[in-house]
């Protein structure tokens, strides 16, 4: 399973330049809402999760959209890396009352640790690389963010807000490109298809960046 992630140092990649006369120019239509039903990991509270979400929703008013956050579950990290969360987030099913699912990591004295070796790196070769967030790039259906962050360092690069921002993006079936035109295409595209009549009611569908649609959760869960 292949995902979309974000980096900060040597490997940090874009959504694209934003163009405000040309997202201004498009239609987005009427609000609509996506459900994300979002993973505590222990550390993280509903406080901080509504913190983040209330940025996010910052950034979707612009396309007339809100996303709306319910705790689905709260827990310890399945595994020390990313990639164990998303492999956890892969056997979840979509259940109804979720459009995406959503895991905020929190912090450990593993991340601790990791973080010391990895500011050792930035001091000898000057290279800070460490994922901030990803979401799959099958479906564009779930993922996670570092939603704490542990040192200065860090925040001069990004922030669990920045990082959700542009995670979201990827939720709503955008890819990396150099300039944001062809990411207001994708979500405008994205809220008529809710809107289509071969949607599965009250699902708000996914986009992914390679045009494939997902108008059912059960589709989405096949294809994961």
Same mark, same amino acid.
């Given at each position: 399973?292949?995902f979309?992630?974000?980096?900060f140092? #040597?490997?940090?990649?874009t959504? #694209? $330049?934003?163009?405000s006369?040309?997202r201004?120019?498009m239609?987005?239509g !009427?609000i609509?809402?996506? %459900?994300?039903?979002?993973i505590?990991? =222990?550390?993280v509270?509903?406080?901080?999760?509504?913190e983040?979400?209330d940025h996010?929703?910052?950034e979707?008013?612009l396309?007339?959209?809100k996303a709306?956050? *319910?705790?689905?579950?709260?827990?310890? @990290?399945?595994?020390?890396m990313? !990639?164990?969360?998303l492999?956890?987030?892969?056997?979840?099913?979509l259940e109804?009352?979720?459009?995406r &699912?959503l *895991?905020? %990591?929190?912090?450990?004295w #593993?991340?601790?640790?990791?973080?010391f070796f990895?500011l050792? $790196?930035?001091a000898g &070769?000057? $290279?800070k690389l460490? $994922?901030?967030g990803?979401v799959d790039?099958? =479906?564009?259906s @779930?993922?996670?963010i570092?939603?704490?962050?542990?040192s200065?360092?860090q925040l001069?690069?990004s922030s669990?807000k920045?990082?959700l921002?542009?995670?979201?993006?990827?939720?709503?079936?955008?890819?990396? !490109?150099?300039f944001?035109e062809e990411?207001y295409?994708t979500?405008?595209n994205?809220?008529?298809?809710a %809107?289509?009549?071969?949607?599965? !009611?009250g699902f708000?569908p996914t986009?992914?960046?390679? #045009?494939q %649609?997902?108008?059912t @959760?059960r589709?989405?869960?096949?294809q994961?």
């Amino acid at each position: 399973m292949s995902f979309f992630s974000f980096s900060f140092g #040597g490997g940090c990649t874009t959504i #694209g $330049i934003p163009d405000s006369s040309q997202r201004n120019a498009m239609d987005f239509g !009427q609000i609509a809402e996506m %459900k994300v039903c979002t993973i505590l990991e =222990t550390g993280v509270s509903e406080e901080d999760m509504n913190e983040l979400f209330d940025h996010w929703n910052d950034e979707l008013e612009l396309y007339t959209l809100k996303a709306v956050p *319910y705790v689905y579950g709260k827990m310890d @990290r399945p595994g020390f890396m990313g !990639q164990s969360i998303l492999t956890y987030l892969y056997n979840l099913k979509l259940e109804p009352g979720c459009d995406r &699912i959503l *895991y905020l %990591k929190g912090r450990t004295w #593993g991340d601790i640790v990791f973080e010391f070796f990895t500011l050792g $790196i930035f001091a000898g &070769i000057g $290279i800070k690389l460490e $994922i901030q967030g990803a979401v799959d790039s099958e =479906t564009h259906s @779930r993922g996670y963010i570092k939603s704490k962050y542990i040192s200065t360092l860090q925040l001069l690069f990004s922030s669990p807000k920045s990082t959700l921002v542009h995670e979201g993006y990827h939720l709503l079936g955008c890819g990396h !490109q150099l300039f944001m035109e062809e990411c207001y295409v994708t979500i405008r595209n994205l809220k008529n298809l809710a %809107k289509d009549q071969n949607t599965e !009611q009250g699902f708000f569908p996914t986009l992914t960046s390679r #045009g494939q %649609k997902f108008q059912t @959760r059960r589709k989405v869960d096949s294809q994961m």
